[in-house]
């Protein structure tokens, strides 16, 4: 969550994202750029996940995801946390049916985007994974002015339609279909505060 952004949108987009993993009907679910574990917290919740994988280059915040969760129920049986790089196609992380990538795609420099890619895409290759990233249409309503991110740690922001563009171009070279939605409060011009990409293989 920025500094930006309400608790109420923060909780929207994780409920959001954990019922779109559990509409899966996965067993095994991998959250890409876990940050200190917020979306795993829900996830580790879902009866039907028997294994739950947290990925985080942050190892600060992966410490601090092993903390926040080590009292949850079924953490020791379902848990796995791993330091490590989701751009990365040597990571041990292929054959998930579900993964999501949270507010995190922002934060990696463009230059790597084509890394990400053959990672996760070509390598990882997830039957169903959601990406959450801000729209940066929406920036203008949260008061930030042209050109101004929401957190400054964030590498870009897109558009509806740059996200969109990007995100077809790697369904088309990687075999996926792709559908676009949003959360938060709807503007008939400006669209949601947060868009979102829900990719899915086509031999699934």
């Known amino acids: 969550m920025t500094d930006l952004e309400t608790p109420d949108l923060h909780q929207q987009r994780l409920l959001y994202v954990a019922e779109q993993l559990r509409a899966t009907q996965a067993r095994e679910v991998l959250d890409l750029g876990c940050g200190s574990g917020g979306l795993l917290q829900y996830l580790l919740q879902v009866e039907q996940f028997e294994r739950v994988v947290g990925v985080e280059l942050d190892g600060e915040l992966l410490a601090q995801a092993k903390f926040r969760l080590a009292d949850l129920p079924r953490a020791p049986q379902c848990l796995e946390l791993i330091c490590g790089s989701y751009a990365d196609d040597k990571q041990p992380l292929q054959h998930f049916s579900a993964a999501a990538m949270v507010e995190t795609i922002e934060h990696v420099p ?35 002015d042209e050109g101004e991110y929401r957190d400054p740690d964030h590498k870009f922001e897109w558009s509806r339609g740059r996200f969109q563009q ?33 990719f899915t293989h086509k031999l699934t």
């Open 166 to 198: 990007w995100a077809r171009g790697v369904a088309k070279r990687n075999g996926y279909r792709v559908r676009f939605t949003g959360i938060g409060e709807w503007h008939d011009l400006l669209g949601q505060p947060t868009q979102l990409a829900h």
């Open 110 to 144: 463009p230059a790597q985007l084509s890394a990400v890619e053959k990672a996760v895409f070509a390598s990882f290759r997830p039957s169903y994974l959601v990406i959450t990233t801000p729209n940066a249409d929406y920036n203008p309503l949260l008061g930030l």
